[in-house]
């Protein structure tokens, strides 16, 4: 394997670790965010510490060690992109009908 294929390989195993998904994924929800024009204010930052809250709930202290913010900020951001992925949804989740639709 190339050496380069093998680091791209392995910096994305290691994004899906922290933050619980394929980089693309994020990079698609991200676009979205930007496309439905939700807020003038976005960070690339606070979407990608509050992915790694989403993923393993880490408490606020854990969060305040790990990226160098106080609580208060953590709780606001982590929130605000919970509600901005919420506003989205309606692109992202689709279910077929077979999910209500009773076995016979």
Known sequence: MHRNNQLSCRTTEQFRKAFGSHPLVYARVWQ???KENIDSVRKLS???ISLFWFKGYNTEDDLKNCVGYDQVTIRGWTW?????????????????????????
Do not use: V
């Open 80 to 104: 605000y992109y919970a509600e901005c992925i919420q506003e989205i949804k309606h692109l992202k989740i689709k279910l077929s009908n077979s999910f209500f639709t009773p076995k016979k």
């Open 32 to 34: 979205d965010l930007e």
């Open 46 to 48: 606070w979407f990608l």
